[in-house]
Every structure is written in structure tokens, then in C-alpha cells.
């Protein structure tokens, strides 16, 4: 399956953040790219969502839903910037 | 669930009413979410393809014969079913008259959905932003919104479609997928600096922008939008 982007997990996201996630600014943790979350690579044929660098394909973010629980991993990020 | 429209043999417009729908901007979407007896379920994400100021929210589904979702939706939603869905969501891949222009949509396939609400949009307020669409479909069949597209009534807006695999013996526009040259003849040139909207299947996306990228074009006004489904 070929790679989305954030523009499809943007509901995801605004459920486990509590707003609108797509035009929020992310910095790869490992290459540095700065971009919008809509811009990133995403995978949702696995068993969550994966998020990956468009650059360097950096993990980025993992999201795992069970039941009414999210487990979301952030430690691929640099920075993460949410519009105010 | 109001209304269907059947668009062609894999694709159908649907037309809901929400109550207390919050309204949208145009290129936003929705997800559905579908939960079977037993509990499971799928969730899809679906451009809106109806304008704001349209009487009702649309959505275009194009069947997959191996999908979860899509399937249930063209083929046995009925007038008055109600269904889960959530939005409107998304606030990257959108336009407003404020966002300016001009502005170039580049569509492949069912990616011209939110590219469709951007342009009823831009009719709908009366908008003064030059627009371009240079739109990708297999063949006129296959083509989203024909009547639209092939006769626009919108003086701001100039559309350019491409036939990749049938074109009807008459065809005047192009017959190839979207390429450099036709990119350097049908859109914006980037001295204009437009603000460009490119949706479609992942490899249509890639190529676009990346040509566009190639042929000079401010990185930071391309605005993309990645899909799974097929058919440019």
C-alpha cells in the first residue's frame, strides 16, 4: 500500500489532540525536516497508524487504539507546534 | 442520507443532511464509520465534494470491490439511513478567498472531490480569484462531475482535462497523464506564483508536485493531498 499523508489521519489526531492537528508544524527528530503534520508520510495498513519523515523516513508518531484508550508515541519528534 | 447520484459505473455522490452541522471549509472531508453486529469496525475518510453554501454535504465514494466501506455505501445505503460520521475535519487542504491566488488544482482521478468543492465554492461567493483545474480521468465515462467540468459556467475559472487511457473520437483536450510539458502549458506559470492544490492517488501526487518542484515552483504553495484509491 502506498504511503498517505497527514491530510487522512486528521480526524485520528483531532481526537487524541483535541483540535486541528493537519496545519500543526513537526520537526523530524533524526534529519531535522520541518514541515505541516499534512505533509508527513503516513501508513494505515498496520494495526495502528504509523507516521513517518517524508524525508528521511524517520519513525516519527505511533498510534494505537484499544478500545477507548489511544497509546501515542511522540518520541520521534523534535518539536511539535500546534497553532494557537 | 437524502440523495445519490450515480456518477459512473465505480463512483456515486452522496448527499446527507447533518443535524447541527457546524458548516465547512471547501476541501475539507469527513470520516464514516461503519460497526457491524458484532462490533467491529471501519473507519474511511471522505473528501467533502459539495460546496459550503450547497443545500446539503456530499460526499463521492468510489467503489472498491475489495473494500470495507465503499461497497456498503454505493451499493446498499438507502434514502433515510443514518450513519456515524465525524467532522468536518481538516485544515490544510483548504481555500478560502482569503487564501488568494491565483490558484492552480491539479486532480488525478477521484482526487478532483475536494477540488470540486473548492470550485462550486469559488461560484457559489462570487469569487474573483483566477482558477485553473487540470483534471486527470480515465476516460470521459470515468470522469467526476462531467457536466460540470466539460461545460464550466464560471468566468474565473479555466478548466483542462486529460483522458489517460479512452478518449472519444471528437476529444480535443489531452490524452496522456499529467506531465512536465503539460503542466508548463496548461497551468499557472510559476512566475505567477500561484497557490496550488494537487489530489489524487499517491504516485498521481508525487509526480505532480515533484514536477512542479522541478519546474521552479515555491515548495511552500503546494498543498497536497494523498489518497489510496486508483484511477487517474
Same mark, same amino acid.
Given at each position: 500500500m502506498d504511503a498517505l499523508d497527514g491530510n487522512a489521519i486528521a480526524g485520528t489526531l483531532a481526537e487524541v489532540f483535541g483540535t486541528e492537528m493537519t496545519t500543526a508544524v513537526v520537526s523530524c527528530g #533524526?534529519?531535522?525536516?520541518?514541515?505541516?503534520? #499534512?505533509?508527513v508520510s503516513v501508513y494505515l495498513d498496520g494495526p495502528g497508524v504509523v507516521v513517518r519523515c517524508r524525508s528521511c523516513s524517520n519513525l516519527l508518531v505511533v498510534i494505537v487504539r484499544r478500545r477507548e484508550l489511544a497509546c501515542v508515541d511522540l518520541?520521534?519528534?523534535a518539536s511539535l507546534t500546534i497553532a494557537g | 442520507m437524502l440523495e445519490t447520484v450515480v456518477e459512473n459505473s465505480q463512483a456515486t455522490t452522496i448527499m446527507f443532511d447533518f443535524p447541527d452541522w457546524p458548516g465547512f471549509l471547501a476541501g475539507q472531508h469527513v470520516d464514516v464509520r461503519l460497526t457491524a453486529q458484532d462490533g467491529y469496525q471501519a473507519q474511511r475518510s471522505y473528501s467533502i465534494?459539495?460546496?459550503?453554501?450547497?443545500e446539503h454535504v456530499a460526499i463521492t465514494v468510489e467503489r472498491l470491490d475489495d473494500g470495507e466501506v465503499s461497497p456498503f455505501l454505493t451499493g446498499e445505503l438507502r434514502v433515510g439511513d443514518e450513519l456515524e460520521m465525524r467532522g468536518p475535519i481538516g485544515g490544510y487542504f483548504v481555500w478560502q478567498?482569503?487564501?488568494?491566488?491565483p490558484v492552480q488544482l491539479v486532480a488525478g482521478g477521484s482526487g478532483v472531490a475536494p477540488l470540486r468543492s473548492i470550485l462550486r465554492h469559488h461560484r457559489a461567493i462570487a469569487s474573483t480569484v483566477p482558477m485553473r483545474l487540470l483534471c486527470s480521468a480515465r476516460s470521459l465515462e470515468l470522469l467526476l462531475y462531467r457536466d460540470e467540468l466539460t461545460s464550466p459556467v464560471d468566468d474565473h475559472v479555466e478548466i483542462t482535462l486529460t483522458l489517460t487511457r479512452d478518449q472519444p473520437p471528437d476529444w480535443a483536450g489531452y490524452g496522456r497523464r499529467v506531465d512536465r510539458d503539460m503542466l508548463v502549458e496548461a497551468a499557472w506559470a510559476p512566475a505567477h506564483q500561484p497557490l496550488c492544490y494537487v489530489c489524487g492517488p499517491t504516485p498521481f501526487v508525487e509526480t505532480v508536485a515533484g514536477t512542479l518542484v522541478d519546474l521552479g515552483y515555491d515548495p511552500g504553495r503546494i498543498r497536497t493531498e494523498r489518497f489510496g484509491g486508483t484511477g487517474t
Open positions: #533524526a534529519c531535522g525536516r520541518t514541515g505541516p503534520m #499534512a505533509e518520541t520521534g519528534l | 465534494s459539495s460546496a459550503p453554501e450547497d478567498d482569503t487564501d488568494g491566488g
